[in-house]
């Protein structure tokens, strides 16, 4: 176990470092697990196990995450079914590769290095460096014969699904009936019956018992628990750490690459936007323009105001300016030119994918290296953290080892000296003041039994070690405790039925030949009116609504009614179809080629995962139930 936690104390680094590759098995993130969880599925036999199971979460969670941002929610986390996906995705991996396996699908090694050196984090100047990639694999310990053969894993799979879809295709009718149905806009009249309107609701202390006892297991107190913990923090063992002159030499001296600075260029431009597929005739269009403002720039017009005039990229309000980028940061053809060019000089034309460029260098910053004397401190600090980092996983793996439940915990934190607190008790939503990372504390907290000893926790900053020494159950509350909160509900549900009686009998009385009248019984009927919106949109004044957009599409001039109400986030609306309008045509071609794209990926996406599913069934799948508890 303490191998374990060594070998993955720096992952986090690497999983920054390698982004995209195809490896699992790097993004471990410093997770400590107990050795008894030992698989987690098997597939014909195969076992998959708890560790590569948590490599694969991890990562889905950090990409929700980055995804969601400071949206991210627990609601959202558990739509989301990361667990699932995450076995899922190791499931039929093994089932992709064995099915590889019986194709006799191969991967040469040509191919694998080809595929490895095309990784940019490999690769230095834009060129694949083999002692940046043994140093990486080697300082995050990585094994390079596992890391290849992972790599030659995600290979072998590519080209399966490759020969599972190629023979998909998308005819011209299926884009244009897409693009038909995707731009399509409807606009709608509709009237929006919201419940908490209805403010005359007084529920009798009759209604309110009957309520309670019909809803009584809704009331439910909240499980509650008390727990002690230990943290180990590695700023307590910085002090303990200690670093020489000499260590930090030999790592500026083994690593130069990690204190150059390449070559950079400060420069501006001047962009005359034509597509990479324009038609000929457009593209000398573009750029007989671009010479004409390239004359007056030779000139000596100033460049900064012709930036801002002529050009047509996202710069042209600061006068095409770049700021400071490295080569490899652009497009080919303009960093080879920019790279090429003195402070002062502006360039001929120049053609990229987005069109014709004019550059204007203003500075060039040549390579360097930076001195010993600026890095030290960044050097013995990041060795500082490391060792201090490994001191409390070391101490916290000897409290865990030693600790296995009663009162193992408290004892073997007098005999090192170590601080244990407890917490009052407290419900899922966290401990309170004084406990740090209170989410992840208590979601482990309320994944232990009583007395139970949690298994080393990574918090990120600090590890913790907790206990339970305490529950106390949930039971459903006396009606004397949660009067309020009952009639709250029940006010709740009767505003929502008044208004869903309301909004049927509207629907009925339009149906019928009525007109959307000002006043319609005894609430005020304000009609409003969406203009046209797309199906994929948000509707204007309504909000995103997927299911009134699906009904409201069904409509027609012969069919101006929805069969029901609809409900939506705030209330219910009755609603009557205005008209519906076509995309334009003369678009259809310019979107032609990415509808195309975007179909044809969906389409094998969905033709590879049917046949999987069909496959799947051919194969002994096992999920461990002590799992799925």
């Not at 980092?389 to 915990?409: P, W």
């Not at 505003?495 to 019984?521: E, F, T, V």
């Not at 929805?562 to 409900?567: F, G, T």
Request: with cysteine; proline share 3%.
């Amino acid at each position: 176990m303490l191998n374990l936690m060594r070998k993955h104390a720096g992952s986090w680094m690497i999983k920054v470092l390698l982004g995209a590759v195809t490896v699992t098995f790097i993004f471990f993130g410093g997770l400590y697990r107990d050795q008894r969880k030992q698989k987690v599925a098997t597939v014909n036999g195969a076992a998959i196990s708890y560790d590569e199971y948590a490599v694969v979460l991890k990562n889905l969670q950090d990409q929700a995450h980055q995804r969601f941002g400071n949206s991210m929610s627990d609601e959202i986390l558990k739509m989301m079914k990361l667990e699932q996906q995450a076995l899922d995705r190791l499931i039929n991996q093994r089932v992709l590769l064995a099915e590889a396996e019986k194709l006799d699908f191969r991967v040469s090694n040509r191919e694998l290095a080809d595929s490895i050196r095309k990784m940019k984090i490999f690769q230095a100047a834009g060129k694949f460096d083999n002692i940046r990639y043994e140093r990486l694999l080697k300082r995050n310990n990585l094994n390079r014969e596992e890391f290849e053969a992972e790599q030659k894993g995600g290979l072998l799979i590519e080209k399966l699904q490759s020969f599972i879809s190629g023979n998909v295709k998308v005819s011209d009718l299926e884009v244009l009936e897409w693009y038909k149905w995707n731009g399509a806009t409807v606009n709608i009249d509709y009237v929006l019956f919201e419940p908490d309107k209805y403010m005359d609701v007084n529920p009798t202390d009759k209604e309110i018992s009957d309520y309670y006892e019909k809803h009584k297991t809704e009331y439910k107190t909240e499980i509650k628990v008390r727990t002690r913990y230990i943290y180990f923090d590695p700023a307590d063992y910085r002090k303990n750490v200690t670093v020489t002159e000499q260590e930090i030499k030999d790592y500026y001296e083994s690593n130069p690459e990690d204190f150059l600075n390449p070559k950079t260029v400060e420069a501006r431009h001047i962009l005359f936007r034509v597509s990479e597929d324009a038609k000929p005739e457009i593209v000398e269009k573009a750029r007989k323009k671009a010479l004409d403002v390239l004359k007056m720039a030779q000139d000596g017009k100033d460049f900064i105001e012709l930036a801002k005039k002529y050009s047509e990229g996202p710069t042209k309000d600061k006068g095409g300016y770049l700021g400071t980028f490295k080569k490899e940061t652009m497009v080919k053809s303009f960093a080879d030119q920019a790279f090429n060019m003195k402070p002062g000089e502006i360039s001929d034309l120049v053609r990229t994918q987005y069109g014709w460029h004019i550059i204007k260098v203003d500075k060039v910053n040549e390579e360097s290296t930076t001195p010993f004397e600026k890095t030290e401190k960044t050097i013995r600090k990041r060795f500082t953290d490391e060792r201090a980092n490994a001191l409390a996983g070391d101490e916290a793996q000897e409290v865990y080892d030693a600790s296995f439940e009663g009162d193992d915990l408290i004892r073997t934190a007098k005999d090192k000296n170590l601080i244990i607190e407890e917490t009052d008790f407290f419900t899922s939503r966290g401990p309170g003041e004084g406990v740090k990372h209170q989410d992840k504390f208590a979601e482990a907290a309320f994944d232990l039994e009583n007395l139970e000893i949690s298994e080393i926790l990574d918090f990120g900053d600090l590890l913790c070690i907790l206990q339970v020494i305490d529950k106390i159950p949930e039971k459903i509350s006396e009606l004397i405790d949660v009067t309020d909160e009952v009639r709250n509900d029940l006010v709740k549900e009767m505003q929502d039925q008044n208004a869903l009686k309301d909004a049927k009998d509207y629907l009925a009385a339009l149906k019928a030949g009525g007109p959307m009248a000002d006043k319609s019984g005894k609430v005020e009927i304000k009609v409003n009116n969406t203009g046209l919106f797309k199906r994929s949109g948000s509707i204007p004044k309504i909000g995103y609504e997927r299911e009134i957009s699906e009904t409201a599409f069904k409509l027609s001039s012969e069919n101006r009614f929805p069969e029901d109400v609809n409900k939506g986030q705030k209330g219910y609306y009755v609603f009557r179809f205005r008209e519906r309008k076509e995309p334009p045509a003369v678009d259809f071609e310019k979107e032609r080629e990415s509808i195309r794209k975007k179909l044809l990926q969906q389409k094998k996406n969905r033709v590879v995962e049917e046949w999987l599913e069909q496959v799947k069934k051919q194969n002994e799948i096992i999920i461990e139930s002590a799992f799925l508890e």
